[in-house]
């Protein structure tokens, strides 16, 4: 549903719920008697690229999992595209923070991206050639088709990062959300990584990532998500990521020093 809203100027708005590729409203999510998210509300803007940052232990990983609905919030609601989360759910796909995921047994890297064709391939999982060949398209586009038939488990971090980002274009989603790609990864990985999510947005999609490292915000991103279990700021980079929300999401825990150094926006 878009909701028209006319302004005084006679100027036709639409509503920023309904048109947002994920807008969370009155999030609080608690693990136990402190909460990890506190009623925070966020609007992701269309076919743009959010970095979401934070401290450590801010929220930012819980944040992007009760809007994906992985954990159950104590209060609070997600819509994507306007609707609910079930409605749209194939319209996202989700990059986890690498460390959360285990790989017990030994699996092909082709099988990895395939699994991300699992909406394709239909309840009888019958693989075709064309389901292979996507599958090793994507791989290429993150500089990994030479590792299709190499065990997961046998690849660097960063090698391992591509392939779940290669598993995430393999669904072919509007909208990305990913959990520090490109944490403990090497610096070949950082620019496949980094030119495959702008590319992206050149074909108009969106792109959320919880980002730590600071020095790059300015040149990835337009957008910043601020939070430290409740929302500080969000905006673009222009105006919001400045030298007061930075100090008030990070506390002492960020030195001046540090600020002076980054690419920040006046304010
Ligand atoms: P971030 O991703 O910003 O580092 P998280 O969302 O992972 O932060 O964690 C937010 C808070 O919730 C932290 O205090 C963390 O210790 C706690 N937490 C996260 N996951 C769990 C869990 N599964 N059980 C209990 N506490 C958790
Ligand atoms: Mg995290």
Redesign the pocket.
């Known amino acids: 549903m878009t909701l028209a809203l006319a302004t005084e100027q006679g100027v036709v708005t639409t509503d920023p719920i309904s048109e947002s590729p994920l807008a969370i409203r009155g999030m609080t999510v608690s693990?136990?008697e402190?909460p990890?998210?506190f009623s925070t509300d966020m609007t992701v803007a269309e076919g743009a690229m959010t970095a979401i940052i934070?401290?450590?232990?801010?929220?930012?990983?819980?944040?992007l999992?009760a809007a994906l609905g992985v954990?159950k919030p104590l209060a609070g609601q997600a819509t994507v595209y306007g609707a609910s989360l079930k409605a749209h759910r194939n319209r996202i796909a989700y990059v986890p923070?690498r460390a959360s995921v285990d790989w017990d047994f030994p699996t092909r890297v082709l099988d990895v991206v395939m699994m991300g064709l699992y909406r394709e391939l239909g309840l009888l999982r019958r693989v075709r050639a064309r389901h292979t060949e996507k599958a090793l398209a994507c791989l290429d586009r993150v500089g990994m088709a030479d590792f299709a038939d190499r065990q997961i488990g046998q690849l660097s971090g960063g090698q391992q990062q591509r392939v779940f980002l290669a598993r995430a274009l393999a669904q072919n989603a509007d909208l990305y959300l990913l959990?520090?790609p490109f944490a403990g990864v090497d610096a070949a990985t950082e620019k496949a990584i980094i030119s495959v999510l702008k590319s992206l947005k050149d074909e108009g999609k969106t792109v959320v990532a919880?980002h730590h490292d600071l020095a790059t915000v300015a040149e990835y991103f337009d957008n910043v998500f601020l939070?430290n279990?409740r929302k500080v700021a969000e905006g673009s980079v222009a105006t919001t990521f400045t030298s007061e929300n930075l100090s008030a999401t990070y506390g002492g825990r960020l030195a001046m020093a540090q600020i002076d150094q980054l690419d920040l926006a006046a304010g």
């Not at 934070?54 to 944040?63: D, E, F, R, V, Y």
């Open positions: 693990y136990g402190k990890a998210v934070g401290p450590n232990g801010a929220g930012k990983s819980t944040l999992k954990i923070q959990d520090e919880v939070i279990t």
